[in-house]
């Protein structure tokens, strides 16, 4: 499957329509898999990235020194985030995908915020045009791909 520009907007309604199916008829272990990233990331709801050694590991070994987005110096800008490309409010099932998974700066993932990916890149195109080839790069594409398969 082909993942250009002219089918995203398709591949986003697909994925929002299994979401708000999935939305509507959370399982147990959806809520679950929601938990388990909490454990996995973070210790003492401590919102500081990688508070357990597995994520601090995990963030480095899926980053460099530099936020993909901005390209600022992690150090500079207050050090590593793990965002989630498809929120997790909408997809808790997703919450501990790492296809889902992104290293990404504080600054930036506050100005991500809750935006749905297709948003995202959409509001990149609009305000930061010229980071938007390079946001382009980290699309969810494997993950989509299984979305469309699991339909
Ligand atoms: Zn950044």
Redesign the pocket.
């Known amino acids: 499957m082909n993942l250009d520009n002219k089918d995203l907007k398709d591949l986003f309604a697909l994925a929002d329509e299994i979401g708000k199916k999935r939305y509507h008829k959370l399982t147990p272990q959806d809520l679950e898999d929601y938990r388990q990233f909490d454990r996995w990331r973070y210790i003492d709801g401590n919102y500081k990235c990688g508070t357990t050694a597995v994520s601090q590991q995990w963030a480095r070994e899926n980053s460099d020194w530099?936020?993909?987005?901005?390209?600022?110096k992690?150090a500079t800008?207050g050090g590593r985030t793990i965002d989630h490309k498809l929120p997790r409010a909408q997809y808790p099932w997703l919450s501990l995908d790492f296809r889902n998974l992104w290293v990404?700066?504080?600054?930036?993932?506050q100005?991500k915020g809750e935006r749905h990916w297709y948003e995202y890149e959409h509001y990149m195109f609009i305000y930061h045009r010229d980071r938007y080839a390079d946001i382009q790069l980290f699309r969810p594409r494997e993950l989509l791909k299984s979305l469309k398969a699991r339909k």
């Open positions: 530099h936020c993909p987005v901005c390209g600022a992690f800008v990404i700066c504080q600054p930036c993932n100005e």
